[in-house]
């Protein structure tokens, strides 16, 4: 089956710095990967995704992520954090169980933007 | 306007009652699914349907059943109810097609089993 790993459950950062937020892959053919993040109390939000095309990606309120074939990686980033960037995040991979598009998710890891 | 709604939002129940949760997706997307988030945050799916046919079971107590009287909503009752049962419940929803969407994902629904 299709997974990701999200090595790290916390990622302390100070206000400013650059953040990352890392995540590997193992699949069986091509990569389909996604970053969400969540906030308290509230639902999954889409930051990016990976299909194809360029191994950089830009997505919303500021992150990008960059994919890397030969490390089977997909670390989110963003290059000066903010405080309100606190949050929960997952990395997600297309899981191709009889040709459906579901999702699987990592385990998350929790950001904490320090001012 | 919310694009996936569900309710309640917060649900507080004893042992061995049963319970429903209800989504609403108005995108006109094609897929919903139920995920369930433990206290460790870890997401795991469900349910998924697709034009009201059901696609994905994971090996889910049969206490557990979704119901999609149509495209737009996917409803989950539970009988039952555990103390295991505990944890936010979120609906999501997914277009299919060309090109490879994401979830567009409900704001969760807490559950309660005391």
């Known amino acids: 089956a299709q997974s990701v790993a999200q090595p790290e459950d916390q990622v302390n950062v100070a206000e400013g710095n650059p953040l990352t937020v890392k995540c590997t892959y193992s699949?069986?053919?091509?990569?389909?990967l996604f970053w969400y993040v969540q906030y308290p109390n509230r639902g999954l939000q889409f930051l990016l995704k990976?299909?194809?095309?360029?191994?950089l990606v830009k997505g919303s309120y500021g992150f990008e992520a960059e994919f890397n074939k030969s490390q089977t990686s997909f670390h989110l980033k963003k290059p000066s954090a903010l405080v309100s960037d606190s949050a929960l995040y997952f990395c997600?991979?297309?899981?191709?169980?009889?040709?459906?598009?579901?999702?699987?998710f990592g385990k998350g890891n929790q950001v904490v933007v320090i001012p | 306007d919310t694009a996936v709604s569900q309710t309640p939002k917060y649900l507080v129940t004893q042992m061995g009652n049963d319970k429903s949760i209800k989504c609403e997706q108005n995108?006109?997307?094609?897929?919903m699914y139920w995920y369930k988030q433990d206290s460790k945050k870890f997401l795991k799916i469900m349910f998924s349907?697709?034009?009201?046919?059901?696609?994905i079971n994971e090996t889910v107590p049969n206490r557990f059943s979704p119901k999609s009287p149509d495209k737009a909503h996917l409803n989950l009752h539970i009988n039952s109810l555990e103390l295991g049962d505990s944890a936010v419940y979120f609906c999501?929803?997914?277009?299919?097609?060309?090109?490879?969407?994401?979830?567009?994902f409900g704001s969760g629904t807490r559950l309660t089993v005391v």
């Open positions: 349907y697709n034009n009201k046919e059901l696609i």
């Open positions: 999501a929803s997914q277009q299919q097609g060309a090109g490879l969407q994401g979830y567009t």
């Open positions: 997600a991979v297309r899981d191709g169980r009889g040709g459906n598009n579901r999702l699987a």
């Open positions: 990976y299909i194809t095309g360029d191994n």
């Open positions: 699949v069986s053919g091509n990569p389909y």
């Open positions: 995108l006109g997307h094609d897929t």
